[in-house]
């Protein structure tokens, strides 16, 4: 070997260590802004990762990089360390984690016409026996924003899942084409992990209730017989991704003992739970519509009233009806604690709390709260808000955007022609189609937008923050980008479309701004479907 070819062999092992850390870098941003509650605990770790990125990057003299995460590493520098991510800072660091993304392209992709895809998430790894099956996933999962890759051999599968853990693995039960080598190969898989890595099964037999229970022991979510179409399991390892981040839950506490109330407060803040704290009883109102809250925590015994008599009063306002309600009491006379839940309470923790006991309970009562909210609030098929909590929302940011002098958009969606595919392939692929739809407006939308299935084929959209012309950019994006995902129909495949109609509000009404917006989508349909129309065009 030449000298200039030893230079080149190591001019690309330095390039595979600075890209290589970059990819640590944008992963613990993915981590970020996956779970923004949850972010002061990944701060110190990302400026770490891209303080030790910038020095490689000079080292090696890959300027690109150098620039770009020094750009990363002095927006970092204004978010203080224990604290959660400061929203102003969020899209800056946005813009330049796009940046630094760009600069860590492997030169394939380079060549691609398309800007890059921005990956939120953790790999899901796909082992099937079909090379071609494996393909048509892959292609229709990066569709979904989700990052996908297959493997054909258990030992390539077992080494990428040590380098870094999946969300989840969709597992052919005759891997490689022995009998139940999959689930063998994910026992052995995951012997290695602390926590089970979600698994969803495929098979071309009908296993036997053995094979079945086998499955299910290894960490088997699903077990698919027959095989099914890629719509299908990507709805499945949609499920089972950390996609669906469960939001924090909201809990107000009132204890007029401010040392308990902070120790609540600390405890409520390590299970990474919201915590709101009042000493002061006469305050629950003004908590109450400032907060919101879905679990409130209630000391019996108080100067001035009782625990009783605040959940009466909270039980008298609506909208706070079934919201769980929890004493804490030293009070340890069972007859008196069953007349206090009586009185609007539905559990009961005797002082000193125990803080597994504590959070355990909220868990329980809190799941139970958001399934029946669930129940009343959105729509059953794509898990959307319904067509009445939609313009409940939009009401709530009108009034939003009048005391924060903000702009503010609302969008309606029709899919085009969606009365021929449920015609042409049955409603059951139509219904698929409106949930494709769904994922993907919630995957490709801020988490701050609400989306709800308005009716039928049509959906709508709040937009906070937003003026017309980046609503209308953002939804013709996804318009573009919706109109290319191949919608499989058994052994046929089609495409599907959407027009959309943008208005941006302007001081009125909510029924006048729909009305604005429903116009701009009889537009859109009038000048040949599958094109997004702002109000003010």
């Known amino acids: 070997m030449n000298d200039e070819s030893q230079k080149e062999k190591l001019r690309q092992h330095f390039a595979r260590r600075v890209t290589t850390q970059a990819r640590v870098v944008l992963d613990t941003w993915q981590k970020i802004h996956e779970d923004a509650s949850q972010s002061a605990a990944f701060r110190d770790d990302f400026a770490r990762a891209t303080d030790k990125l910038v020095r490689y990057a000079r080292r090696f003299e890959m ?56 990956y939120r998430r953790t790999p899901v790894y796909i082992a099937l026996s079909s090379e071609e099956m494996s393909g048509r996933l892959i292609r229709q999962l990066e569709f979904f924003g989700f990052r996908a890759s297959a493997f054909h051999t258990a030992e390539k599968l077992i080494e990428a899942c040590a380098l870094h853990k999946p969300e989840t693995i969709l597992m052919d039960v005759n891997y ?107 305050q629950i109102i003004h908590a109450l519509e400032d907060f919101s809250p879905e679990i409130i925590i209630l000391d019996m015994y108080m100067p001035g009233c009782t625990g009783m008599e605040i959940a ?58 958001r399934s029946l909210l669930a129940l009343m609030i959105r729509d059953s098929l794509t898990g959307l808000f319904n067509h009445t909590h939609t313009l409940h929302l939009l009401d709530q940011e009108i009034v939003k955007s009048r005391q924060k ?80 995902l191949v919608q499989p129909a058994g052994d046929r495949e089609f495409n599907v479309t959407f027009s959309c109609g943008v208005a941006a509000w302007k001081g009125d009404t909510s029924p006048a701004l729909c009305e604005r917006a429903d116009r701009a989508l009889y537009r859109s349909k009038e000048q040949g479907r599958n094109c997004v129309t702002a109000a003010g065009d």
């Not at 609503?471 to 573009?480: F, H, M, Q, S």
């Open 63 to 118: 300027e690109s990089h150098a620039e770009s995460g020094q750009k990363v590493f002095e927006l970092i520098g204004g978010w203080a360390e224990g604290e959660a991510l400061p929203d102003g800072l969020d899209r800056k660091l946005q813009d330049a984690i796009e940046q630094l993304s760009r600069c860590t392209l492997r030169r394939t992709d380079q060549t691609a016409n398309e800007a890059p895809q921005q």
């Open 176 to 282: 490689s084409g022995e009998p139940l080598s999959g689930i063998a190969t994910i026992e052995r898989l995951q012997e290695r992990h602390d926590t089970p890595i979600p698994i969803i099964f495929m098979s071309d037999e009908d296993g036997s209730i053995e094979t079945r229970l086998r499955a299910s022991r290894c960490g088997g979510e699903e077990f698919f017989y027959p095989a099914v179409d890629p719509g299908q399991l990507i709805e499945k390892i949609e499920t089972y991704t950390h996609g669906n981040t469960v939001e924090p839950y909201k809990v107000l506490v009132l204890d007029d003992s401010r040392a308990q109330a902070k120790f609540m407060e600390t405890v409520l803040k390590k299970a990474g739970m919201t915590a709101h704290i009042i000493t002061d009883p006469m």
């Open 312 to 369: 009466r009063v909270i039980r008298q306002q609506d909208r706070f009806h079934s919201v769980p309600i929890i004493y804490l009491s030293a009070e340890e006379d069972v007859s008196k604690q069953l007349h206090a839940m009586s009185l609007g309470g539905d559990d009961f923790l005797t002082k000193p709390i125990d803080p597994k006991h504590l959070i355990a309970t909220i868990h329980n009562r809190g799941r139970r709260a």
């Open 405 to 484: 002098d903000q702009p503010l958009c609302f969008a309606m969606i029709d899919i085009d022609y969606f009365k021929k595919v449920n015609d042409t392939f049955g409603h059951p692929i139509g219904d698929r189609v409106l949930r494709s739809l769904s994922m993907f407006l919630k995957q490709r939308l801020r988490k701050t937008d609400h989306i709800g299935r308005y009716g039928g084929e049509e959906f709508a959209i709040i937009l906070p923050d937003t003026r017309e012309s980046d609503a209308r950019n953002v939804l013709n994006e996804i318009r573009e980008r919706f109109s290319e």
